[in-house]
């Protein structure tokens, strides 16, 4: 399906903005969402509560949200920490309909984000040094225990949903050049690339940087690139994925990893490499395209333990990092850079019926590149 192009000034128009009446804050309310019972990931629709907006929250009606890998992964346990029911989502796009007394950022009727987290503790020196997303106590926009719960035995619920009550730390603007739709990914997979790329000086016009995996992560990491003024070359196991890479994605070059003479030809070329495959492969020929103080940015999760000859990294005064999400104030500068320059993620819009077998595909690697939900206007309301 052929990227779509809902803008945020078009979205403000489809929700509906409370009455006066309604602008006070509401009680606890019942909406409906899509949960996982058990490891078989299926999908069915459930009613959930959402907390009262509270003076620092931000209601959202959720109009699109993306499917993450993630969210395959836990809806099937396979990292062993399903608290089930399950109700997925972490790239939220939305309208607000109701801002708590403290709120003066946003006000009913704005463009809003939501990706990763939902509350840290604001204590630690994570906090204090804007890395929330490395806070230890963190909680994740669902699967995660909410601290902010009376009982300790509440567990966050996602954007797979029609509203969600959000702390305010944790809400972004969207600009009006940012399709909603195509921008919901970014709330995880854009971050999730550009914070590192500008953490480690990856963003600097004339550098060279490889992009591991062309996925929902790759295909924006080689956009961001290619925004930034660098140029991309995309590392992959899969030569039919050329012809996309370079002629769709504008990718500057392409190398077949399981091609010892494509490898050798760009050994010592990159300034930098982000890593977003999740196969557990040998990371020796990688460092190898590296110049010396070249950095090795990991973001996939690989099942085995990373096999690393210690000269491939010393040899050259080689970095290998690894990089979690972002913070939201990498999150907001994202998306601004984002509507500024014309980046958003490839999708394939589906509706809330078609959920199971997107599901059933994305195991498969059969998607371009990110499947988002049409929330808005395929989930009931009862």
Request: proline share 6%.
């Amino acid at each position: 399906m052929a990227p779509t192009t809902t803008t945020a000034a078009a979205a403000a128009e489809v929700a509906e903005k409370p009455p006066p009446q309604q602008q006070q804050q509401q009680q606890e309310r019942e909406v409906m969402g899509l949960a996982a019972h058990d490891a078989s990931g299926h999908l069915t629709p459930i009613r959930i509560t959402r907390r009262n907006t509270g003076d620092d929250d931000v209601a959202i009606k959720v109009l699109y949200c993306g499917i993450c890998h993630s969210d395959l992964h836990t809806i099937k346990n396979e990292w062993r920490n399903a608290v089930y029911p399950v109700v997925p989502g972490h790239e939220i796009a939305g309208v607000v309909t109701e801002v708590g007394k403290n709120v003066t950022k946003f006000a009913a009727g704005d463009s809003v984000g939501v990706g990763c987290m939902v509350n840290t503790c604001g204590a630690c020196e994570s906090c204090a040094d804007g890395c929330e997303n490395y806070c230890p106590r963190i909680v994740f926009t669902y699967n995660s225990v909410d601290h902010r719960s009376p009982t300790t035995t509440t567990t966050t619920r996602g954007g797979y949903s029609g509203a969600v009550v959000v702390d305010r730390r944790f809400v972004v603007r969207l600009p009006a050049a940012l399709p909603l739709d195509r921008g919901a990914p970014l709330l995880c997979a854009g971050v999730t690339v550009y914070a590192p790329m500008r953490q480690h000086g990856l963003c600097v016009p004339g550098k060279h940087v490889g992009v591991v995996g062309l996925g929902g992560l790759g295909h924006v990491a080689v956009k961001f690139g290619k925004a930034f003024g660098m140029k991309v070359t995309v590392i992959s196991t899969s030569p039919g994925k050329r012809e996309e890479a370079v002629e769709r994605l504008g990718a500057d070059g392409f190398l077949v990893s399981t091609n010892p003479s494509e490898m050798k030809s760009a050994m010592g070329t990159m300034h930098g490499i982000i890593n977003t495959a999740s196969a557990s492969t040998s990371m020796h020929p990688y460092f190898a395209l590296l110049k010396p103080k070249g950095k090795m940015i990991l973001l996939g999760l690989p099942e085995k333990p990373l096999q690393i000859p210690p000269f491939a990294l010393v040899g050259g005064g080689k970095t290998l990092a690894g990089s979690c999400m972002g913070s939201i104030s990498d999150t907001q500068e994202m998306i601004d850079f984002a509507a500024e320059h014309g980046v958003a993620a490839d999708i394939e819009l589906i509706g809330v019926d078609e959920v199971n077998t997107a599901m059933e595909r994305l195991a498969k690697g059969d998607v371009r590149y990110r499947f988002v939900i049409d929330i808005g206007n395929t989930l009931k309301s009862d």
